[in-house]
């Protein structure tokens, strides 16, 4: 799924006018992102699918797949049908192809205050400051990615254009508390209302059970009251704990619990008893295969990983089962009510899912009638790994609640994707980082205040007149894709109060103070319309392009 990809040659020939023509060099992610939602880069195609139409306001644009090779002869073949070609690459930096033939414009999305200005060991396109001091022009989505770039030394010209909005976003209805919307998904559900037998015996939506709870009237065994007094210790430190040691700390109760002969997932026993060392031993190992190797491999590579353990398996006169990992099934899907949505990739350590969740189920644990959408932006390939991160993390938590957690692992179309924003009362993002955060902006146009910081790209345009700001501080850390981990920049930390709070005063507004809320809801809109909107990405465009060297007439006359 390729959005608008322009590969028909240039036949319009203006000679009075020099259009510009934007040869796009951008990640692979462009050509089919229901498969690669998730991966690395995956923004881009997003980026570019709503950058388009303000390119051919322009002039024209064409997707060049492989750069290095053909950006001359179709940069001569752009100029001699009247256009100014331009280089356009939708890349971070290390990956961006820098040709002498035309001019160059870089399109980076960067998070952080610092930009990298060293090699990382023997890769030394990781310098950022060097390679991007070869460009012509450097755009950025926001001030922040400017100042860090204007911060590191870099002197070439740097325009500011926000990623432009679909009109769409802005002419969303307003939220009702009336509506609500079905699909069918893939997804899996915790809490809410107790579910209802319907005549056929089958429940009127899925949801997984909850954890069972002891009945009050028996006093537990000795196990049960030292797990208790346990539990009741890690959530008194829970708050201090950062993501990793979380992460840890669900990994080895899921190990602990496989050990003793309970199925970590059900809570029953295992039926197979109690596996022995070397079996757990492979459970351990495979799952940190999952978790820390496979995400990362290419295709050429997981196919030599398959055949290694096809040989291994028939060396021990094992007959290997080679299947993919199982998907969640698709399931009838209710939403409405009180709702609080939000995206992000489960692999993104920004993202602070962890935070997002306990505040949530902590805030509306007594209320059946409140819901959180996450929507998780994954594929087939990851969706296995991740929900069952995901659970891990959930049920490490230990919060009893009877508010709604649904997470959607599906993809979900444009339309749906709009159905999913018309539902929602508010949007939630409680990330260190952002570089843009499209999904914010989309929220704020489609007039849906916002639970969100202030910092990094999002203090372009969120404050307590669109939503409401979570406090944060900084907190030292190391760039993202640095394959040592130094510590060279920071983001920030969320104050976890705030967000809790913030929750808590939401839904009270929208059920007390309607009209307040639909101030608010108007504001964002406003706010939107004046940052992001067609029309101004477009002016904004033309500021930035006019800084680019004059490009003489028929340079690229030898290849015609």
Known sequence: ?????????????????????????????????????????????????????????????????????????????????????????????????????????????????????????????????????????????????????RRAGVDVPIGVVPVPLKPEHFSLPAWDSEHSWTLTCRHVSWGGPVEVETPTGSPTEPAESPRPIPSPTTRPGLKRRGYLAVRGAFRKVYPWLGTKTLERIARTRHYLLMSSG???????????????????????????????????????????????????LKAVGREPILAPDPLLPSTPLTLGGLLYSSIFNLGDRRKNHVDLLSAYLLAFRDREDVTLVIKLATNPVREHHEISLFRLMYQGLGIEHKCRLVVITDFLTDQQMAELMRVSTYYVNTSRAEGACLPLQQSLASGRPSIAPDHTSMADFMDDQVGFVIR?????????????????????????????????????????????????????????????????????????????????????????
């Open 472 to 560: 944060t501080n900084p907190e030292p850390t190391y760039w993202p894709h640095d394959p040592d981990m130094k510590i060279e920049t920071y983001w920030n930390r969320m104050v976890w109060s705030d967000l809790h709070d913030h929750l808590l005063a939401s839904a009270e507004l929208v059920e007390n103070d309607p009209a307040r809320y639909q101030e608010m809801a108007e504001a964002a809109r406003d706010r939107m319309r004046r940052y992001a909107s067609r029309e101004v990405v477009e002016v904004a465009l033309r500021e930035a392009l006019a800084q680019l060297p004059q490009i003489e007439t028929g340079r690229f006359a030898w290849a015609s």
């Open 262 to 312: 309970i199925d970590p997932y059900t809570r029953q026993p295992m039926p197979g008893g109690r596996p022995s060392p070397g079996r757990l031993g492979y459970a351990i190992a495979r799952d940190g295969y999952r978790k820390y190797v496979k995400r990362w491999l290419s295709p050429e590579a997981l196919q030599k990983m398959t055949s290694l353990k096809v040989k291994a």
């Open 1 to 149: 799924m390729v959005p608008n990809v322009r590969r028909e040659p240039f036949l319009d020939r203006r000679p009075s006018a020099r259009p510009y023509a934007f040869l796009v060099s951008t990640t692979g992610c462009a050509k089919g992102i229901s498969k690669t939602l998730g991966s690395a880069a995956y923004s881009y195609f997003f980026v570019l699918e709503a950058l388009a139409p303000v390119l051919e306001k322009l002039g024209t644009w064409r997707l060049i797949d492989h750069p290095e090779s053909s950006l001359p002869f179709v940069a001569a073949k752009a100029e001699a049908d009247g256009y100014q070609p331009i280089h356009l690459s939708l890349h971070p930096p290390q990956d961006v192809y820098l040709t002498p033939a035309l001019p160059n414009v870089i399109f980076p999305f960067w998070e952080f205050p610092d930009i990298p200005n060293r090699d990382f060991r023997f890769d030394s396109r990781q310098n950022w400051a060097r390679i991007t001091q070869r460009a012509d022009l450097i755009i950025t989505a926001c001030e922040f990615t400017r100042d860090a770039f």
